[in-house]
């Protein structure tokens, strides 16, 4: 896999926290921003912005090192997490409590995750987590990392009928 860049991971943990209203967020919406951008990333480059690994979990890939980097974030003093009750589960909200640095990403880096932010910022959590059940999620056993580069399967498309006509008449 790629060499993971903590630094810069903490950082789009931190930026995305800070654009993204705390009661909007929880830990799933993170989750998919995190995973989509590196997607897109990597669709785009053949590398992701983080280097981060996700791993297969029954809500959609979820990042290795999630929990570790929330927890150096408390601890600098540049986030809060607040637990709530929301009907019969646990929401986690993250509060960004200063500004984020965002002079480790590119133009093209901040704009992927902000268009990941706003296309998962409108959807519900529940929603985002069924479309994260893609083609690279759905290939991989419960809690192994996913393989960034199996993303590309998702961009083939089944075979339509018309398809395997021209591919007969081509022979």
Same mark, same amino acid.
């Given at each position: 896999?790629?060499?993971?860049n903590r630094s810069k991971?903490?950082?789009?943990?931190?930026?995305?926290?800070?654009?993204?209203?705390?009661?909007?967020?929880?830990?799933?919406?993170?989750?998919?921003?995190?995973?989509?951008?590196?997607?897109?990333?990597?669709?785009?480059?053949?590398?992701?912005?983080?280097?981060?690994?996700?791993?297969?979990?029954?809500?959609?890939?979820?990042s290795k090192h999630f929990?570790?980097?929330?927890?150096?974030?408390?601890?600098?003093?540049?986030?809060?997490?607040?637990?709530?009750?929301?009907?019969?589960?646990?929401?986690? @909200?993250?509060? *960004? $409590?200063?500004?984020?640095?965002?002079?480790?990403?590119? =133009?093209? #880096?901040? +704009?992927? &995750?902000?268009?990941?932010?706003?296309?998962?910022?409108?959807?519900?959590? @529940?929603?985002? *987590? $069924?479309?994260?059940?893609?083609?690279?999620?759905?290939? =991989?056993? #419960?809690? +192994?990392? &996913?393989?960034?580069?199996?993303?590309?399967?998702e961009k083939i498309r089944?075979?339509?009928?018309?398809?395997?006509?021209?591919?007969?008449?081509?022979?």
């Amino acid at each position: 896999m790629e060499n993971f860049n903590r630094s810069k991971f903490m950082a789009m943990v931190h930026y995305i926290a800070d654009a993204v209203p705390s009661r909007m967020l929880g830990k799933t919406r993170l989750n998919k921003i995190l995973w989509y951008s590196d997607r897109e990333m990597y669709l785009k480059s053949g590398h992701t912005i983080s280097g981060e690994t996700y791993l297969k979990f029954p809500k959609g890939p979820l990042s290795k090192h999630f929990l570790a980097v929330i927890d150096d974030l408390k601890d600098s003093g540049k986030l809060v997490v607040r637990r709530t009750r929301v009907y019969d589960y646990e929401q986690f @909200e993250y509060i *960004s $409590l200063v500004e984020p640095d965002i002079s480790l990403f590119s =133009t093209e #880096e901040m +704009d992927i &995750i902000g268009r990941q932010i706003a296309w998962i910022s409108s959807l519900t959590a @529940e929603e985002v *987590s $069924l479309r994260s059940h893609g083609r690279a999620w759905e290939t =991989t056993m #419960e809690n +192994d990392e &996913i393989p960034m580069f199996s993303v590309l399967t998702e961009k083939i498309r089944d075979l339509t009928p018309e398809d395997l006509e021209w591919a007969l008449s081509e022979t």
